[in-house]
């Protein structure tokens, strides 16, 4: 795992994380003409949505000598289909009396040096969360204000309809959104490029599952206090959407083991705590840890309460033991 802080204006850590990426020798490939047609479309469309990190973008060519065309298409519309589980608790039925969340990033070896973010906007809310080496994006994170996002990656069914990737969505939550309702809002107003889940919940107990596609999305508020999704889709009319053949095998078990879990503590009159939450998901037999051979793991797991700045977080296959606190 690497660590990385930024502070300051979007464009400021942009030309910081251009830089770096030029230090590193990246190059961006020159994009085609159907490429660069498709980013214009695309910027048109989420600029007044995200105008922040379309400026940190410009950040990012300014800094590493980047054609800022090509810094969009490889931040907006690139990133991989993981297959992961997200788990939220609200305060109602914890120990602590504060919501829960969890998260396990599930994906091959070559993924697992992934880099942990602090980030601190002049404007947004300062937010911690991990990810690739994706310019702009986040795959998961918790900010300041108490709300908490993650997605899971679906295989799906791809058109040529322009829309951005999975962790854009996520890091503009992070940076904007301090409720369940406001994330909402941000997320059903972006086009979204092929099929993904999210998980959102925030400190006064809200929590929402939004399966999202191209061409529909489905939003499913907790009634219970409990939310949880893996790599599929769930509500009948997103079926169409998703392509069975490609969901991995433990998908179904895990969303079944999560439920299940959480329904056993209810019937048993439990609250749930820290760490139940982390032998949940740092066991594959009673758990919902992958271990589906060598090209399948969970490369990162992390659990943080929703009032508290900070997330503990396991940065290997995970084991109940391993997490360590990082503060946002």
């Known amino acids: ?3 990385a802080t930024l502070r300051g204006t979007h464009v400021e ?3 910081w994380v251009g830089e770096q990426l030029r230090a590193d020798g ?4 020159k994009l085609t003409d159907e490429q660069a047609r498709y980013t214009e479309a695309l910027v048109r469309q989420v600029a007044g949505r995200i105008p922040d990190l379309l400026s940190e973008m410009r950040g990012i060519a300014e800094g590493g000598v980047y054609d800022e065309q090509a810094v969009h298409f490889y931040s907006l519309a690139i990133g991989i289909v993981p297959a992961c589980t997200a788990i939220a608790v609200s305060g109602a039925r914890t120990a602590a009396g504060r919501t829960l969340f969890g998260r396990n990033h599930d994906a091959g070896p070559k993924w697992s040096n992934f880099t942990l973010y602090r980030t601190y906007p002049d404007k947004g809310f300062a937010h911690i969360g991990c990810c690739y080496d994706m310019l702009v994006g986040r795959e998961d994170g918790l900010n300041e204000a108490g709300l908490a996002v993650a997605y899971a990656g679906v295989h799906g069914h791809y058109t040529s309809r322009p829309g951005v990737w999975d962790h854009i969505p996520v890091r503009a939550v992070l940076e904007q959104c301090q409720t369940v309702d406001e994330a909402l809002d941000l997320i059903q107003g972006l086009p979204h490029l092929y099929t993904k889940n999210f998980l959102v919940a925030d400190a006064s107990g809200a929590i929402v599952v939004v399966e999202a596609a191209q061409q529909n999305i489905s939003i499913v508020r907790s009634r219970n206090g409990f ?3 893996t790599n599929h889709f769930v509500a009948p009319h997103m079926r169409a959407y998703c392509n069975e053949a490609k969901v991995p095998a433990n998908s ?3 969303l079944e083991t999560a439920h299940r879990w959480f329904d056993e ?7 749930i705590g820290w760490d139940e939450l982390k032998r949940l998901l740092s066991s594959t037999d009673r758990g919902v840890r992958s271990e589906l051979g060598s090209e399948f793991t969970t490369a990162w797991s992390w659990v943080a309460e929703l009032a508290e700045r900070r997330i503990e977080l396991c940065d290997r296959l995970p084991d109940a033991g391993a997490y360590r606190e990082h503060a946002v």
């Open 1 to 3: 795992m690497k660590q």
């Open 13 to 15: 850590m942009g030309r």
């Open 26 to 29: 990246e190059e961006l490939p």
């Open 227 to 229: 939310g949880a999704i």
């Open 252 to 254: 179904t078990q895990r």
């Open 265 to 271: 503590a209810e019937a048993r009159g439990d609250k």
